[in-house]
């Protein structure tokens, strides 16, 4: 059984950084692509950021801001948030599937139960 755990959500200010953490057990993770997505209340779920192997992608309204990085020997991806914004706030949920994804349309198989982002002055 897949089991996706997120931490190092919370409260920041504008401007300020958070780096959120997934620990992933119960599957081959190097084999896998793991990334983020977001919901913030009222919105639409939004793609974040995937990785698998080299490659990552990014969503259109956090690249050049967020990066992530994954540690295979810890079985953990990390998502570094600088620079962050109002419009940041929200739920973050890892996800994990057997194919990189990249879009809001995209439905990992795997899903985490998600942490709280809240940017706020």
């Known amino acids: 059984q897949v089991q996706l755990v997120e931490s190092g959500g919370g409260l920041v200010q504008p401007g300020g950084s958070l780096r959120l953490s997934c620990a992933a057990s119960g599957m081959i993770f190097s084999a896998n692509a793991v990334g983020w997505y977001r919901q913030a209340p009222g919105k639409e779920r939004e793609f974040v950021a995937c990785?698998?192997?080299?490659?990552?992608r990014y969503g259109a309204s956090v690249q050049g801001r967020f990066t992530i990085s994954r540690d295979n020997a810890k079985n953990t991806v990390f998502l570094q948030m600088n620079s962050l914004k109002p419009e940041d706030t929200a739920v973050y949920y890892c996800?994990?599937?057997?194919?990189?994804?990249?879009?809001?349309?995209?439905?990992?198989?795997?899903w985490g139960q998600g942490t709280q982002v809240t940017v706020s002055s």
């Open positions: 990785i698998l192997g080299g490659g990552t």
């Open positions: 996800a994990a599937g057997s194919r990189l994804f990249g879009s809001n349309s995209d439905v990992p198989e795997n």
